[in-house]
């Protein structure tokens, strides 16, 4: 028996599509055909329409399934029709949208046509309305492109990516696993590497290892270390709107040397004397100033007082959430969050989630940025 669930999110878009998942009996986890299709791993989830709703605001996320034991939500960016349905425990669930071809009858149309649209991307640089990134059009919809094997008539059927090329009607790859690694490796702070498939690592003040299913490097055109603020204080302030061509909500900057010895601020900083920070403990967003679009390269962050602290951060391109991941602070070493996946952003937003551990002096949840890497025209 299968039930349907609507997802209305009007208070996220402006525009409004009426969208509707599957769910699968219980006892199902979804086994996507290859696993860099995992998008993202989400805990304490309390239900599976709300899992539901976070794979909703993922232009990429087609597919997901729910643990209500682990309250464990997965997303997955492979329709239910590309991946296994695989028999498990009795507190699991799938839950897929019902792909049909009037979702996509916006291709190609100006792209003023589909900003707010859930299943095609406003390309500004093409004008066009496209399919998201690791689909094709194949005449009637956007599909998702194809693995080792798979059958094909052009490349942009495979997943190029990954160098799975369309050779004789067949998508052709080298012999890797089905997750290729790459080793990155960090000084005085972990690093999580986001891509197609955000990787989650637990955070160590030692030089770690990464397994990432890409190995491009961030450009970082643009290194943002908030020593050059125009007009800045010689102790604090308000980050003010249009400095290196962003704008700036519930973004401080503050003199490290006028912070306690014990809190994070002084293990945050990237360059003296200043670190960017959120002074009410909320949620911070970072937007394009002018329109310019850019890639989201890095972010170098630390918590100011809990110990650990998760936050997530989230890339969007007109109002729909395009990447993302969850990354653990400390206060002690700076975490470095990189994301090769997160291009043609116009709005980063750091979301903080109330984690309590070991705190210091203090109890708010403010963090550290130390220095931020963007690429404009990206």
Known sequence: MKLVVFVCLLFITNGFQPSQFTLSQAGYQFQPANNVELIFTFSNIRTSALCAIHCYQNILCRTFDFDSSSHQCRLFEGSVNTGTLISTVI???????????????????????????????????????ECPTHTFYDGSMCSNQRFDGDTCTSNNWCRTGLNI??????????????????????????????????????TTASTTSVTSATTTVATCTTLINFNDIPGASSTSGIIPNGYKNLNWINAGYINVSTTPSNSGYRAGVSTMPFVMYNPTGGNLTITSANGTRFSFDAVWLTSAWRKPMNIVV??????????GGQV???????????????????????????????????????????????????
């Open 91 to 129: 507190t699991t669930l799938v839950g897929w949208i019902e792909m049909d071809a009037s979702m996509f009858s916006l291709y190609n149309a100006t792209s003023d046509q589909c900003i707010n649209n859930r299943f095609l991307y406003s390309d500004t640089i093409s004008g066009r309305c």
């Open 165 to 202: 090329n369309c050779i004789a009607s067949i998508c052709v790859g080298p012999t890797t696993p089905s997750m290729p690694s790459t080793t990155v490796t960090s000084y005085t702070s972990t690093t999580v590497q986001i891509s197609s498939s955000p990787t989650m690592i637990s």
């Open 314 to 323: 989230d890339a969007f391109s007109n109002g729909w959430i395009t990447s």
């Open 328 to 378: 653990s602070l400390s206060t002690t070493y700076q975490t470095k969050f990189s994301c090769s996946f997160c291009r043609n952003t116009d709005t980063i937003t750091f979301y903080t989630d109330g984690s309590i551990g070991s705190n210091l002096t203090q109890n708010g949840t403010q963090f550290i940025i130390g220095k931020l890497c963007i690429s404009f025209g990206h």
